[in-house]
């Protein structure tokens, strides 16, 4: 069954735009975050950790967790019910949520869902690398009981939103970094004797956020080539002594047609050979 769901997904991305209406990114994406996002507003790292990567850690677990489906119309999202048969893997999970999405929301393929939700699942695991990389720096600030208060108050400062933010991206030269600490140094009154400290520590912090950040984003990228690969090759296999057309016409005949293709006067099955003979041109430009 999982081999046969990851074929189907990928042959979706040949099937011809004409047979479904346009595709409605807003409503893919609200299908899919019901599935990847829940709790997003609270936990800027759960599309990584629900549908990007294990390494990103496990989604916390709360009474109050609401996914984004609560308030809406439930005709564009993966209900409470049906997330229970959700994998806990989080690259099966993203597999699941593309199929059962895709079912919702009509004229979208595939690729719609590669080239519009795949960035929004880095980001979140950007910010996953960024906020672990902060945590660790924190922890180690506080083991220095005397100088906790001086750190803490000038790291705040220094991550501000208007300033360098939380992933040190507006400080990535030196001279902006340098400005922004002058001034979070002054504001904190009291703090002379441990600026130098503190400096090396944020300085550190910074280069390591900014490096981690690429590397995280190089991960995703070669980990997202690699997937795209495998599926190729299933797709390629399948089209091996015309299998993918002759399961295509036995599941329309078994699922779509009055008779399933049983009665040959009626023309079932060359009607099914017709709706499944976008396949046939998937497996000619697979060759």
Do not use: H
Not at 39 to 66: D, F, L, V, W
Request: glycine share 4%; proline share 2%.
């Amino acid at each position: 069954m999982k081999t046969r769901a990851l074929f189907f997904s990928s042959l979706l991305l040949f099937a011809p735009t004409f047979v479904y209406g346009a595709c409605s990114v807003a409503n893919l994406t609200r299908c899919l975050d019901s599935v990847c996002a829940i709790n997003i507003g609270a936990n800027p790292a759960a599309r990584c950790q629900y549908c990007g990567s294990a390494s990103a850690g496990t989604p916390e677990k709360s009474t109050a967790m609401k996914s984004v489906s609560a308030g809406t119309s439930t005709k564009y999202i993966i209900s409470d019910k049906e997330l229970k048969k959700a994998p806990k893997d989080p690259g099966q999970r993203y597999v699941w949520a593309t199929e059962e999405c895709l079912k919702k929301v009509s004229g979208c393929t595939a690729d719609d869902v590669t080239d519009n939700y795949d960035s929004l699942i880095e980001q979140s695991c950007t910010a996953a690398g960024i906020s672990a990389e902060m945590s660790n720096l924190t922890a180690k600030m506080n083991k220095e009981k005397t100088k906790t208060e001086c750190s803490n108050e000038i790291e705040t400062c220094m991550i501000a939103n208007n300033r360098c933010t939380a992933g040190y991206n507006k400080c990535e030269s030196d001279a902006d970094f340098d400005k922004y600490f002058s001034e979070c140094g002054v504001a904190s009154a009291g703090c002379d004797s441990f600026l130098a400290e503190i400096r090396t520590n944020l300085t550190s912090a910074r280069n390591s956020a900014v490096a981690n950040a690429d590397k995280i984003l190089q991960k995703i990228v070669n980990a997202y080539k690699t997937a795209r690969e495998q599926r190729l090759a299933s797709s390629q296999n399948s089209c091996k002594n015309n299998k993918a057309v002759t399961d295509c016409v036995s599941r329309v005949c078994k699922n779509n047609m009055p008779n399933q293709c049983k009665v040959k006067s009626e023309g079932e099955e060359s009607i099914a050979m017709e709706l499944c003979k976008f396949y046939e041109i998937a497996c000619q430009r697979l060759k």
